[in-house]
């Protein structure tokens, strides 16, 4: 507005008066609407209503398209591409993946590893050896702190290695000994493969449950089994 006196006319003060009146109702307060009741033409006059109900005309119909523009509708390439990521949704709520969806999943995984852009994270539970290194298992932990009171120096998780088309990463490494162990509480057939094909390049202990027990009882046996692999 520019420098001058402003005087307000009544047609001025009555818009005023319906504009706080609408924001005391958008605040909650009850007070009654004098608009209430009445229609667009009533309110607006006939030329404003047309051109109001002509516009949410097309707003709906836009709506019912799928969009909120004018008369938009999508193609059958953007409704195919919806109906792809839909089905991604459904596969993340638990359904089940196919079998080529799951190898070529289990593949780029595998690719990650071996490229060095993806690392095994560590549990919400995982254990604390006496050196303060963190181990996945109760069973790392054990086997670690035998090591410290042997005296023995060990890193954990040390390298991962390239194996065919798979990766692997051995428990525990043993300098003085150039000697890899895997302690391993239950063997599945991958992991059965994986160390075959490391044993075959490089010296490996494995610690599997029986010889854990062993381990247990006997500590000095550990010993025994480090020294004996070669």
């Known amino acids: 507005m520019g420098k001058g006196i402003y005087i307000r006319t009544a047609e001025g003060n009555r818009k005023i008066s319906q504009a706080m009146l609408g924001k005391q109702h958008a605040l909650g307060h009850n007070h009654p609407s004098p608009l209430k009741g009445l229609t667009l033409e009533e309110y607006h006059g006939k030329e404003k209503a047309k051109r109001i109900r002509r516009k949410m005309s097309i707003a709906q119909l836009g709506n019912q398209n799928g969009c ?56 919400n539970n995982w254990y604390e ?32 290695f390239n194996l065919d088309h798979t990766t692997y990463l051995p428990d525990l490494y043993l300098p003085r000994y150039d000697l890899w162990i895997e302690v391993k509480g239950r063997m599945d057939t991958e992991s059965a493969k994986k160390i075959k094909l490391f044993s075959q390049e490089h010296s490996l202990l494995v610690i599997d449950g029986g010889r854990y027990k062993e381990i247990q009882n006997t500590p000095r046996i550990l010993m025994q089994l ?3 692999v070669r």
Do not use: M
């Not at 079998?99 to 999943?105: G, H, L, P, V």
């Not at 963190?134 to 069973?139: L, T």
């Open 129 to 160: 050896t006496r050196k303060g290194i963190k181990v996945r298992s109760p069973w790392e932990q054990y086997v670690c702190d035998l090591l410290t009171d042997f005296r023995i120096e060990y890193e954990y998780e040390k390298q991962r």
């Open 226 to 228: 480090i020294g004996g």
């Open 68 to 123: 909120g523009q004018k008369g938009c509708k999508h193609t059958e390439e953007h409704n195919r591409k919806v109906r792809i990521a839909n089905l991604g949704k459904q596969y993340a709520l638990g359904c089940k993946h196919t079998e080529e969806a799951r190898r070529n999943q289990s593949e780029a995984v595998k690719r990650q590893y071996r490229n060095g852009e993806r690392e095994v994270a560590f549990p």
